[in-house]
C-alpha cells in the first residue's frame, strides 16, 4: 500500500451506512472511492455519494457506489478529497484537476471536510509549488485576465493537448502567479473580479486533514 491507498484506506474505514458523502476529484479521491468500493462488496455498507466532476461521476459509477446529483442536495455529511498544497494553518491550494466549483460547493456545504495527503502536499506557504487555479467563464478569459494585471497577478490560460482545458460544467482556467500572499488576501482579490467563478483556494474551518506517511496516517493540526 503507498501512501494514497493508506490514508484512503483509512478515511473509508470511519464511513457509516446512512451517510451521504461527496467524492472529491484526482489520484487520491480515487483510491477512496477504490476502499469504500471494498467496503461495500464485503461489509455491505450502503452510503449515498455525490460526485465533484465528471470524470469521477464515471469512476464511481462503473465501481458500483449509488450516486445522486448535486442538484437534489441540501447538505453533505462528509466531503473527501485530495488537495495539491496544504499550509500548517490547513489552508488549501485545490485544482490540478480544475474542477474547483463543484469542489468548493461540496467542501462548504458538508458537515465535515477531510482532506486526504500524502507528505508532498506540505508546504509553507500556498503557491509554493504550484499556481492558484481559476475557474473563469469562457466568454470572459480576456477581460479577466485585463482584470488580473491590473492586480499585478500573472495569469496563463490552461492548455489540454492542442486545445485548452474545460472544466466538467464548461469554464476555462487561468492558472496564476502569487508572490507569497496570504491566502486570505488571494482569496479576496480573485473574489471580486467579475467573471471568476471559483479559485483554487480553501479556507473552511470545518477542514480536516489526514496524511499517509512512515506507514501510519496522522491528522494535521493547526
Ligand atoms: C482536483 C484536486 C485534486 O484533489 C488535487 O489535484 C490532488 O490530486 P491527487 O490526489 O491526484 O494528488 O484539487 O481539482
Redesign the pocket.
Known amino acids: 500500500m503507498n501512501d494514497?491507498q493508506r490514508v484512503a484506506h483509512y478515511a473509508a474505514q470511519q464511513i457509516d451506512s446512512g451517510m451521504l458523502i461527496g467524492l472529491?476529484?484526482?489520484?487520491?479521491?480515487?483510491?477512496f472511492i477504490d476502499a469504500l468500493v471494498e467496503r461495500q462488496q464485503n461489509e455491505a455498507l450502503d452510503c449515498q455519494y455525490v460526485a465533484?466532476?465528471i470524470v469521477t461521476l464515471q469512476y464511481a459509477r462503473q465501481a458500483g457506489l449509488k450516486l445522486v446529483g448535486i442538484e437534489t442536495l441540501a447538505y453533505l455529511d462528509l466531503y473527501v478529497?485530495?488537495?495539491?498544497e496544504v499550509a500548517p494553518d490547513l489552508s488549501l491550494?485545490?485544482?490540478?484537476?480544475?474542477?474547483?466549483v463543484r469542489?468548493k460547493l461540496l467542501a462548504q456545504n458538508s458537515r465535515e471536510f477531510w482532506v486526504?495527503?500524502?507528505p508532498s502536499?506540505k508546504v509553507n506557504h500556498i503557491g509554493e509549488k504550484f499556481p492558484v487555479?481559476v475557474e473563469v467563464m469562457p466568454f470572459a478569459v480576456s477581460l479577466v485576465q485585463n482584470s488580473l494585471s491590473h492586480l499585478n497577478i500573472a495569469a496563463v490560460l490552461r492548455k489540454q493537448g492542442d486545445g485548452l482545458h474545460v472544466t466538467s460544467h464548461g469554464c476555462l482556467v487561468l492558472d496564476c502567479q502569487f508572490n507569497n500572499d496570504a491566502p486570505v488576501s488571494i482569496d479576496l482579490q480573485l473574489n471580486a473580479v467579475p467573471g471568476v467563478v471559483e479559485h483554487?483556494i480553501f479556507l473552511l474551518p470545518q477542514t480536516r486533514v489526514f496524511c499517509g506517511e512512515d506507514q501510519t496516517v496522522r491528522e494535521m493540526l493547526r
Open positions: 494514497k472529491g476529484t484526482g489520484s487520491t479521491a480515487n483510491c465533484s466532476s478529497d485530495g488537495a495539491d491550494l485545490k485544482g490540478r484537476g480544475s474542477d474547483l469542489e486526504l495527503i500524502d502536499k487555479a483554487g
